[in-house]
DNA sequence: CGAGCGGTTGACTCTAGTCAACAACGGTGG
DNA sequence: CCACCGTTGTTGACTAGAGTCAACCGCTCG
């Protein structure tokens, strides 16, 4: 069930529910994602658990191994994953400095983090899943994923409550309305956004810049 | 309202509710808190609040700001605040690498952030008090702010709120209950915490490691 | 063919939110 | 010195959004 890496290859593949880090466990390498889906969580110990981060295509896993300590949650993957490994005190530290790509991702993942802390802690179950799918969808069309209005979501109803902190039950119910409302188009693991400014109304996200 | 940062000054001070940063503005410093605390937050368009963090004495305000790009939320001063101002790029990104104290309170913010996405996400009301006032005594003794059993707390029950993702009315009934049950004593501005274990217990927290 | 998982729906419960009134406190200005 | 006023804290009655429990469907994969 554990990932086994060896320092000389470059590549790693993941199955569904495989770890690609457990807990308190020294990484070795940052990985770069490049195909699939993974997240990392934490889970109480009566059961009830928090996805706290989504990687997905591009992005390090876990950019931030390369400032401190051991990770203190563990991360799966969620669909058939294939990585790249990296070192985990990347050259850029000391060449590139602060403005590479590395340590912007790192700005990003907080970011997107700092984003969840406000879902979670002040909107309605529709404005989080609409978070969930607005974030996902720009996030894929940022590095071409996206076909049209189209992309791919393997997530089960289960791990879209793990991620907006509902339940499963309720996150059943609120894509029913969402679907109702034409807000977005849902079935057979692929997602259609109709109307990407509704949708992000219906977020409540700060507006985009389109720039950005 | 708008503080005005020398260059040549060192240090600067805040009122209550004074901003040290506004939203999308650019930061021309990155301040090491020396007393006081501040927050970090979001207002949404129909002025729900959330507190993304909090900034109490030793902790740099912003250290994300040496990543990237432009602040995406505002932070304003709970308190009076005395600050010292640091150079945005500090010197420690090319030298002393990523283990100088620097970065390492920058994984200390994703770490407590990364916390924080839990307890909004699946904790109920009184975890998340118990999660908020265990941090704080928890950093304030860090700092050696802390005598014996208790610590300072100053912030109002509105703003408990506005980190824990709670309603005023709500936080004052969970705090009643927590006093009830001997969990904590809180009055006049002032946290006592009679036994550390039961609310750590109580805030279903991680255990702690006694050595960390 | 059967088991198990993911999705769907209904009936009911319960935690937290809302609205409203009032008490306690602190600072300000007359 | 004290009356006034805004802020903070407290309490009660009621509401509502999300959780719980349970049943059932359809599909995929051994």
Redesign the pocket.
């Given at each position: 069930m554990l990932s086994q890496v060896e320092s000389s290859e470059p590549h790693v593949h993941f199955r569904p529910h495989q770890f690609l880090m457990r807990e308190d466990e020294e990484p070795a390498v940052i990985f770069q994602i490049d195909e699939g889906w993974a997240c990392r969580y934490r889970q109480l110990s009566d059961g009830r658990r928090q996805i706290t981060a989504l990687y997905l295509p591009g992005d390090y896993c876990d950019p931030q191994w390369a400032l401190g300590r051991k990770p203190s949650q563990p991360i799966v993957a969620l669909t058939n994953v294939r990585a790249s490994c990296l070192p985990c005190r990347p050259p850029t530290t000391s060449a590139g400095g602060t403005q590479s790509a590395f340590w912007l991702s790192l700005n990003d993942m907080i970011e997107r983090q700092t984003n969840w802390l406000v879902t979670l802690g002040r909107k309605?179950?529709?404005e989080r899943v609409a978070h969930l799918l607005l974030e996902l969808f720009e996030r894929l069309r940022r590095s071409g994923l996206t076909y049209g209005q189209q992309c791919a979501m393997p997530l089960?109803?289960?791990e879209i409550a793990d991620m907006t902190?509902?339940?499963?039950?309720?996150v059943?119910?609120t894509?029913?309305l969402m679907r109702t409302r034409g807000l977005v188009e849902l079935q057979a693991k692929w997602l259609r956004i109709p109307d990407l400014g509704a949708l992000r109304q219906a977020a409540a996200m700060r507006a985009q810049g389109v720039a950005a």
């Amino acid at each position: 069930m554990l990932s086994q890496v060896e320092s000389s290859e470059p590549h790693v593949h993941f199955r569904p529910h495989q770890f690609l880090m457990r807990e308190d466990e020294e990484p070795a390498v940052i990985f770069q994602i490049d195909e699939g889906w993974a997240c990392r969580y934490r889970q109480l110990s009566d059961g009830r658990r928090q996805i706290t981060a989504l990687y997905l295509p591009g992005d390090y896993c876990d950019p931030q191994w390369a400032l401190g300590r051991k990770p203190s949650q563990p991360i799966v993957a969620l669909t058939n994953v294939r990585a790249s490994c990296l070192p985990c005190r990347p050259p850029t530290t000391s060449a590139g400095g602060t403005q590479s790509a590395f340590w912007l991702s790192l700005n990003d993942m907080i970011e997107r983090q700092t984003n969840w802390l406000v879902t979670l802690g002040r909107k309605t179950a529709l404005e989080r899943v609409a978070h969930l799918l607005l974030e996902l969808f720009e996030r894929l069309r940022r590095s071409g994923l996206t076909y049209g209005q189209q992309c791919a979501m393997p997530l089960t109803q289960m791990e879209i409550a793990d991620m907006t902190g509902l339940t499963p039950v309720h996150v059943n119910r609120t894509l029913q309305l969402m679907r109702t409302r034409g807000l977005v188009e849902l079935q057979a693991k692929w997602l259609r956004i109709p109307d990407l400014g509704a949708l992000r109304q219906a977020a409540a996200m700060r507006a985009q810049g389109v720039a950005a």
